[in-house]
C-alpha cells in the first residue's frame, strides 16, 4: 500500500427524486488498499460504489479517479479511461449471454484497447488459469454454475489491467456452496497490487483481508475503522446494533 | 393390445359408451360391428364412384380417398348410436361426428375437383412462366434471344447451397434434414421433368437440379463435418457467416440479373462482341428489371424486405430510442407514417409520386423501387419488434458494457442488439412471413408476379379458357408452401431459445 490517493470523494450525494440515497461521502481510498463496505439493504452502499465508475451520476459532490475528476463535464475520452482502469463485478454477473466465456473477456480490450485478438486471447487463457476455470473457455455463459459465471466476471474485468476493482455484493445471487470459491478467487486478488472495494455482507472476507472496513446507514458514512477495532470494539452505537444483528 | 389402441382412439373422438348393454368385454364387438357396416356402405360409395366415372387411376385414387372419408364418417356415427356414447357428454360425440362428416365432404369435394373435374394441363404448359416470367420463358423456348437462364440458376445454385449449409450448422440428426430435402428436390425435378405439355428442353433444367442437389448435399456434408468436430461456439460462428452470405446472395441476385452497364460492355468487350449489336439481345446483356416475372419476383422482392428491411428496421430501432433530436424525430416519423399507410398505398406512391419528389428515382425500374419500398415497409415494422426487444434486455448487460469501457455505440452493438435479435426473432419471422404474403400486391401495379401471372393463365391460349381455378389453387399452395416452411423455421428458433438458460444471473 502506498500514500498515493487512488480514489478521492467530497460530499457525494445522489437522489432519486425526493429520496437521497447518499447525503455526502468523504472518502479516500490509497492505491493498493482493500477496502470492504457494510451496511444493510438500502443504505447506499451499492449507490455509492456505483458512482465511482459513473454508473450513477452523483448530484453534488466531487468524484476524483486516479486525478480525473469525473462529473457532467468529463470528456468521453477520460471517462472511458476511468472504466477502463475500474474493473467492476456485479450481483448478478451480467455475463454476455451471446459470447462465449473466451469471447466475454476478449471483448473489452479488443474492442476498447485496440489488443489483438491473438494476445488478448492469450490473456483471456491465463486469466481463466488464475480463477481456476480454463476448461471453460469455450462454452457459453448459461451453461456454467453460479459461482463458474462470477468467476468469469471478475476475470472479464481484470483482463482490462484494472488498478481498482470494485466487488458490488459478488456472493449474494449464489448458492451457498458456491460463494467459497468466489471469496478465494477474491482473496487470491488481495494480496496483489489491485485496489479493492469490496460490497459484501461476509464477514470472514472482511476480517481476513480488509485494511479498513467501513459501515454505511441511511446514505450516511457512520463508521471506518480497521477490522480489528470495527468489529471487536466499535466506536458508534449504530455500528454495536449492526454487528449484533447479523453475527 | 390392437383392440385397446381402437378403443382409445375411438374414445377420444366420441367419448365413451354408456349404454346398458355394452360392458367392458364386449366393447370392442360393438366397435366391430359398427366398422362392418360402414366397410359395407363404403364399398358400396366406391363400386358407385367407379361405375360412374370410369377406372383410370385418377377416379381409383379418388374413389380410395372416399372410401377411407365415408368409412371414417359412417363408422364413428354408426358406434356412437349403438353405443350411445352421447348420453354421457354430448357435446364431445357431437363434435367426434360433424368433424368426421366435414372431413368426408372436404375430401370427396376437394377430391373430386382435384383429381376429376381439373384439367391440370393449363399449369404444367406454362410452368415455366409463372416461375420465371415473360421474357426469361422465351428466351428459353425462342431461339432469336440469347439464353439467359443461367443468370437464375447461379442465384439458385448459391441458395441451395447456403441453405443446406445452415441445416449442417444445426447439429440435428442428418436425416432430419437429408429426407425432406430429397423428397423436395424429387419433386422439382418431376415437374422440371413431367413431359405434359412441355414446349422446351426438359434436359438441361432436370440436369442442373440433379447438379444443385448434389453440390447442396456436398455443402450440409461439409458443414456438417465441420461442425460436428468443432465446438458449438465455431458452429455459431459459421451460422453467422452463412447469416451474411445470405445477404450477399441477395444483391448478388440483383446484380447478377441485371448488370449495370459498365459491367455488360466490359463483357461485351472480352467476349469480342462488336458494339453495333444491341447488347441487349446478346448473352452480355443482362435481364432488365421490368421483364422480371413469376415466383422470382416474389422472392426477390421478399427476400428484399427481409435483408434491407432488417437494416433499416436495425437503425430506426436504434434512432427511435436515441437522445440525438435529429435521428429520433425522423426516425418516430418515417415509423409511424410508413405503418400507419397500407403498403398499395406505398405501392402506388412508389410508382407514381415517388419519381416526381425524388429526382434520383427517376430512371430507376418500378420493380427495384418495389424492393426499396418493401424494405422501407418491413423495416418499419421489424423497427418495432426490435425496439421490443431492446427494451427487454436487462439493463445490467448495459451496465457491464459500459463498465469494462465500451462506447455507448460499441455498448448498442455489440451487446444490446445481438440480445434484442436473439430474443425477438420469432416476432421477426412472422413480419417476414406477412412480406411474403404482401408481394402478390405487386399485380395491381402491373408487374407480372407469380399471382397474377398464374391468374391470368386462362388466357394463354383458347384451349384452356375456364380453367382459372386450378393456378388459383396451385398459387394457393406454393405459397402456403413458403410460409409454412418460414413459420417452421421460427418455431424451431423458438424452441431453440427455450432449450438454453439464458440471462446469466437470472439463472443461478
Known amino acids: 500500500m502506498s500514500d498515493e490517493v487512488i480514489i478521492e470523494t467530497k460530499g457525494v450525494k445522489v437522489n432519486f427524486g425526493d429520496f437521497w440515497a447518499l447525503k455526502g461521502i468523504d472518502m479516500e481510498v490509497r492505491r493498493g488498499e482493500i477496502i470492504v463496505v457494510l451496511g444493510p439493504s438500502g443504505s447506499g452502499k451499492s449507490t455509492f460504489i456505483r458512482t465511482l465508475n459513473r454508473l450513477q451520476p452523483h448530484s453534488a459532490g466531487t468524484v476524483c479517479i486516479d486525478g480525473i475528476n469525473i462529473d457532467d463535464d468529463t470528456t468521453v475520452a477520460d471517462l472511458k479511461k476511468v472504466r477502463a482502469e475500474v474493473g467492476f463485478v456485479f450481483q448478478q454477473f451480467n455475463l454476455f449471454p451471446h459470447l462465449t466465456i473466451m469471447e466475454n473477456i476478449t471483448l473489452a480490450p479488443m474492442k476498447v484497447k485496440g489488443m489483438s485478438k491473438r494476445e488478448s486471447e492469450a490473456k483471456a487463457l491465463e486469466l481463466l488459469g488464475r480463477v481456476g476455470i480454463p476448461e471453460q473457455a469455450y462454452k457459453y455463459p448459461s451453461e456454467l454454475s453460479g459461482g463458474q459465471q462470477q468467476r468469469v466476471a471478475i476475470a472479464r474485468a481484470l483482463a482490462m489491467d484494472p488498478k481498482i476493482m470494485l466487488f458490488d455484493e459478488p456472493t449474494s445471487a449464489l448458492d451457498p456452496e458456491m460463494i467459497k470459491e468466489v471469496l478465494d478467487v477474491m482473496i487470491d486478488l488481495a494480496r496483489e497490487d489491485v485496489t479493492m472495494i469490496v460490497v459484501t455482507h461476509e464477514m470472514g472476507f472482511a476480517k481476513e483481508v480488509a485494511d479498513r472496513v467501513i459501515l454505511f446507514d441511511e446514505g450516511l458514512l457512520i463508521e471506518e475503522n480497521t477490522p480489528d477495532v470495527f468489529f471487536d470494539n466499535p466506536e458508534h452505537e449504530r455500528t454495536k446494533l449492526f454487528l449484533q444483528q447479523i453475527l | ?508
Request: contains cysteine; glycine residues 8%.
Open chain 2, 1 to 508: 393390445m390392437i383392440q385397446d389402441k381402437i378403443l382409445d382412439i375411438e374414445q377420444s373422438v366420441i367419448g365413451k359408451s354408456s349404454s346398458p348393454w355394452v360392458k367392458d368385454h364386449n366393447d370392442i364387438s360393438f366397435t366391430y360391428l359398427g366398422m362392418g357396416i360402414s366397410i359395407i356402405y363404403s364399398l358400396l360409395s366406391f363400386i358407385n364412384i367407379t361405375s360412374d366415372e370410369g377406372t383410370s387411376i385418377k377416379v381409383i385414387i379418388f374413389a380410395a380417398l372416399v372410401f377411407l372419408a365415408t368409412f371414417l364418417a359412417v363408422y364413428l356415427t354408426v358406434t356412437s348410436i349403438l353405443k350411445l356414447s352421447f348420453r354421457k357428454n354430448p357435446a364431445t360425440t357431437l363434435l367426434g361426428i360433424i368433424s368426421a362428416w366435414i372431413i368426408y365432404l372436404v375430401v370427396s369435394g376437394f377430391g373430386h375437383f382435384a383429381l376429376i373435374d381439373a384439367d391440370w394441363e393449363v399449369v404444367w404448359a406454362n410452368r415455366v412462366l409463372v416461375i420465371v416470367g415473360q421474357l426469361m420463358t422465351e428466351s428459353l423456348t425462342q431461339s432469336y434471344l440469347p439464353n439467359q437462364s443461367w443468370r437464375l440458376w447461379s442465384v439458385l445454385y448459391l441458395t441451395f447451397a447456403l441453405i443446406s449449409a445452415a441445416y449442417g450448422t444445426t447439429g440435428d440428426k442428418p436425416y432430419k434434414f437429408l429426407i425432406p430435402f430429397t423428397i423436395f428436390c424429387g419433386v422439382l425435378i418431376y415437374i422440371a421433368w413431367n413431359p405434359t405439355a412441355i414446349n422446351y428442353n426438359s434436359d438441361e433444367p432436370v440436369m442442373k437440379l440433379i447438379g444443385a442437389t448434389i453440390l447442396s448435399y456436398i455443402t450440409f456434408g461439409l458443414s456438417y463435418y465441420y461442425c460436428s468436430i468443432n465446438e458449438e461456439y465455431k458452429a455459431n460462428k459459421l451460422r453467422s457467416y452463412l447469416a451474411l452470405s445470405s445477404v450477399f446472395v441477395f444483391f448478388f441476385a440483383v446484380f447478377i440479373m441485371n448488370p449495370p452497364e459498365a459491367v455488360q460492355e466490359l463483357c461485351a468487350d472480352v467476349f469480342g462482341i462488336s458494339s453495333s449489336e444491341n447488347i441487349q439481345l446478346t448473352r452480355c446483356g443482362g435481364v432488365e428489371a421490368s421483364q422480371w416475372g413469376g415466383i422470382f419476383v416474389n422472392l426477390i422482392v421478399a427476400t428484399a424486405g427481409c435483408v434491407l428491411g432488417f437494416g433499416v428496421g436495425v437503425v430506426l430501432a436504434f434512432g427511435r430510442q436515441s437522445e440525438l433530436p435529429f435521428f429520433k424525430y425522423p426516425s418516430v416519423a418515417l415509423i409511424e407514417t410508413v405503418r400507419s399507410g397500407p403498403l398499395i398505398c406505398w405501392l402506388y406512391f412508389a410508382v407514381f409520386l415517388l419519381p416526381d419528389i425524388i429526382d434520383p428515382f427517376m430512371d430507376i425500374e418500378d420493380i427495384m423501387r418495389m424492393l426499396l419500398i418493401f424494405g422501407l415497409f418491413g423495416g418499419c415494422y421489424i423497427a418495432e419488434v426490435l425496439r421490443g426487444g431492446l427494451q427487454s434486455v436487462d439493463s445490467g448487460q448495459k451496465e457491464a458494457a459500459l463498465a469494462l469501457g465500451l462506447s455507448p455505440m460499441q455498448t448498442k452493438l455489440q451487446v444490446e442488439l445481438p440480445n434484442a435479435v436473439r430474443t425477438t426473432l420469432p416476432s421477426i419471422v412472422s413480419v417476414f412471413i406477412g412480406l411474403w404474403k404482401d408481394t402478390t400486391l405487386l399485380f395491381i401495379i402491373n408487374i407480372l408476379d407469380f399471382f397474377k401471372l398464374a391468374k391470368d393463365l386462362p388466357n394463354t391460349s383458347p384451349g384452356y379458357l375456364g380453367d382459372f381455378l386450378e393456378p388459383l389453387y396451385v398459387t394457393a399452395l406454393v405459397f402456403w408452401i413458403f410460409a409454412f416452411y418460414l413459420s417452421r423455421i421460427s418455431m424451431r428458433i423458438e424452441k431453440g431459445l427455450g432449450l438454453t438458460n439464458e440471462g446469466g444471473g437470472e439463472a443461478a
